[in-house]
C-alpha cells in the first residue's frame, strides 16, 4: 500500500510543478495518488476515476511553486520501488485531462 501511495505521488508531483507554493504532505498525496498505481505500473488499461478525481482534486490544492516541488518529491520517493513505467505516467494527464505545461517523467527534477 505504501509503494502505490508513493508512485501515486510522483504522479501527482508532475501536475503541481505548474500551480502553487504552500508544502503539501506526502500524506495527502499519497491518497490523492493511490488509485493511479494500476495503470502507471501497467497492470490497468486506463486511469480510473478514482485516480483522475484524485489527481484533479491534488493540482487543485497547489497554492505555489513550494507545493508543487514538495508534491513532486513526495511522488519520486517511491515510483521506482513501485515500478511505475514512463509510458504510462505519461499519459495520465492527457487521460484525466489535467494541463500540466510540461513532460511528465520519473526523471522529473523537482527542484527546477
Do not use: W
Not at 19 to 28: F, K, L, M, S, Y
Amino acid at each position: 500500500m505504501k509503494k502505490v501511495m508513493l508512485s501515486m505521488l510522483l504522479l501527482l508531483s508532475f501536475l503541481f510543478f505548474f500551480h502553487g507554493e504552500a508544502a503539501v504532505p506526502c500524506t495527502t498525496v499519497d491518497a490523492k495518488a493511490v488509485a493511479c498505481v494500476g495503470f502507471a505500473t501497467g497492470k490497468d488499461a486506463k486511469p480510473s476515476a478514482p485516480c483522475c478525481m484524485g489527481l484533479q482534486q491534488l493540482a487543485q490544492t497547489v497554492k505555489t511553486v513550494d507545493d508543487k516541488k514538495a508534491i513532486c518529491r513526495c511522488l519520486k520517493a517511491g515510483a521506482k520501488s513501485l515500478g511505475i513505467q514512463d509510458r504510462f505516467l505519461s499519459k495520465i494527464p492527457q487521460a484525466c485531462n489535467i494541463k500540466v505545461g510540461f513532460p511528465v517523467s520519473v526523471n522529473t527534477n523537482c527542484e527546477t
